[in-house]
């Protein structure tokens, strides 16, 4: 199966600030199908990214995704205020499905 | 709008078996899989399987096979997943999600809220 390795493991920025969080796969995801979700404690998951760029409906224009083979990045072009939570990268080209470990974006 | 409620909190003693339902509104149930994600305390979520609604196809992760069992009751928009010979290791927090079935690719799109399930003796 695919592991997916997310850094930093931890980042602690300011609102206003860039984020760019990276993940990789241990071997190439077929049709760069990779997603990006983002998750809020007490709250259910949100799809922010799928298809490695694409944005699901609702998501601001602050969050795009970039990428392939097994180098992936979301970037978050200004922080907010609501946009401190976990992000997991998630691939489902390949069976099984798998998920990176996380990366925590905190206020600085 | 599109929802996934889910049921609540669930105690079991090892060896146990448990039944979290999904309950969905907001779209054609038919039209959308349903997937089950586990994510055990500080760790990474873990997919376990989908089920399709339409025609009742489903697969099961190697990790979860002949212990897990995935329906759906489409007179209710229900989705369900029971787990058998529950282990202390199985404690963590349950998610359904909807999953848009495309051509090419199968993916996540909306999140239920979870469900904790603690097995303990």
């Known amino acids: 199966e695919i592991v997916l390795t997310q850094s930093p493991g931890t980042l602690s920025l300011s609102p206003g600030e860039r984020a760019s969080l990276s993940c990789r796969a241990s071997?190439?995801?077929?049709?760069?199908?990779l997603a990006w979700h983002q998750q809020k404690p007490g709250q259910a998951p949100r799809l922010l990214i799928y298809?490695?760029?694409s944005r699901a409906p609702g998501i601001p224009d602050r969050f795009s995704g970039s990428g392939s083979g097994t180098d992936f990045t979301l970037t978050i072009s200004r922080l907010e205020p609501e946009d401190f939570a976990v992000y997991y990268c998630?691939?489902?080209?390949?069976?099984?499905?798998?998920f990176g470990q996380g990366t925590k974006v905190e206020i600085k | 709008q599109v929802q996934l409620v889910q049921s609540g909190a669930e105690m079991r003693k090892p060896g146990a078996s448990v039944k979290v339902s999904c309950k969905t509104s907001?779209?054609?149930?038919?039209?959308?899989?349903i997937t089950w994600v586990r994510q055990a305390p500080g760790q990474r979520p873990e997919y376990m399987g989908w089920?399709?609604?339409?025609?009742?196809?489903?697969h099961s992760a190697q990790n979860f096979r002949g212990r897990v069992t995935l329906t759906t009751d489409t007179s209710t928009r229900t989705a369900s997943m029971e787990l058998k010979s529950l282990r202390s290791d199985d404690t963590a927090v349950y998610f359904c999600?909807?999953?848009?079935?495309?051509?090419?690719?199968?993916?996540?799109?909306?999140w239920g809220r979870g469900t904790l399930v603690t097995v303990s003796s």
């Open positions: 089920i399709n609604p339409d025609n009742g196809n489903k």
């Open positions: 999600a909807r999953v848009i079935m495309g051509g090419s690719s199968w993916f996540i799109d909306f």
């Open positions: 298809a490695t760029s």
């Open positions: 998630q691939q489902y080209g390949n069976s099984p499905w798998t």
């Open positions: 907001g779209y054609v149930f038919t039209s959308f899989a």
């Open positions: 071997h190439s995801v077929t049709g760069n199908f």
